[in-house]
């Protein structure tokens, strides 16, 4: 996949922008009495951190409109490495002021502050959790559908709590304009966490699809097929995928990204080849028809424009061949 240098070079500005937002604000906007350069190095790591944590946010949560053309894979790639850089950045805060100035060891005892020392720890707890489960879920046999909603859960608080506990430290953030323009900042990145796991399910609602089959294929993999009820249904480019939900309600844990590997000009009726590799995959062939189904998509951008003459040579492995399929029978048609 090409990504334009230009888009690429784009997104990267607003994702530092963003990034560099709260720390900008607390040297921009206040003029605390001026201390030591290690502890004010300290405590704009702790905001830069809070920068990329908020941005986290904005970049693994599906939202087609940031970072446009650059690929959800690219952005979780990304997500995954700022994350590892972010929790170096809220291990670094606490430890350079305290190398700095011992008596900061005050902020994580419970003492007279209490709230404000169980922001700062739950901080530095909830980081770490967000990162070893993420990074050795399946060595510490952790469902995905599990890890999932801890890591929604693990990411509210983290960012909650590290406005808080700036807020609560009262030094970078007296005034009140970087007061509001913190809690903004924070407000609309937990807005877009709500975003993508309440509204977005609750948006789905709006439109059913149906189970019309679904066949074992030799017991390694199986055939779903959805159709639309009494909707457009999904327009998509061959080798792009969803999300899909089964069941009653589109609010579920468990949400699987599957590509179509039918034909697009059909937006009506959508068909999946799921190979067999864990307890979702493996119990779709028992799946009754008219079990009612929630499709979020398309995403993705390895495509092909089935109109373009150049050549293509396609090398796939597995079940790999899922979106090829879909762009040969889009060519076809
Ligand atoms: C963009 C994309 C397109 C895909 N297209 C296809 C396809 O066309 N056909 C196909 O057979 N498989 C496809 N997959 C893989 C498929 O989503 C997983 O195999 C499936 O979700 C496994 O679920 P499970 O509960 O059966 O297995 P589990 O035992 O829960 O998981 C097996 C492995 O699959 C991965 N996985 C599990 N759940 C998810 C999830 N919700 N999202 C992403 N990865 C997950 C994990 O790395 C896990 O280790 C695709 C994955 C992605 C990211």
Known sequence: ???????LTAWIAVYFLL?????????AFERPPARTLAVETGALLGFLGMGVLATQLVISGRHRWFAKGVGQDNLLQFHRQMGIFAWLLVLAHPT??????????EFLHPGDEPLRAFALSGVLVATTLLIVTSLWRQGLKLQYEWWRA?????????VSAGFGHALMVNHHTTGWPVKI????IVGAALLLLVDSRLLRPWRLKGKRWTVTKAEEINGEATHLVVEADNHEGLLFKPGQYAWITLGDSPFSLQQHPFSMNSNPHNSRCL???????????????????????WVEGPYGVFTLDPSSNRDAVMVVGGVGITPIISMLRSCVA
């Open 96 to 105: 350079t002021l305290l190398i700095a100035e011992p008596a900061y060891l």
């Open 150 to 158: 801890l890591h929604g859960l693990l990411a509210l608080f983290v």
């Open 1 to 7: 996949m090409k990504i334009p240098y230009l888009t």
């Open 19 to 27: 990034t560099l937002l709260p720390m900008g604000l607390a040297i």
């Open 271 to 293: 068909e999946f080849t799921a190979k067999h590799s864990g307890d979702f995959t493996s119990s779709l062939s028992e799946i009754k028809k008219g079990t009612r189904a």
């Open 181 to 184: 323009a913190l809690a903004l």
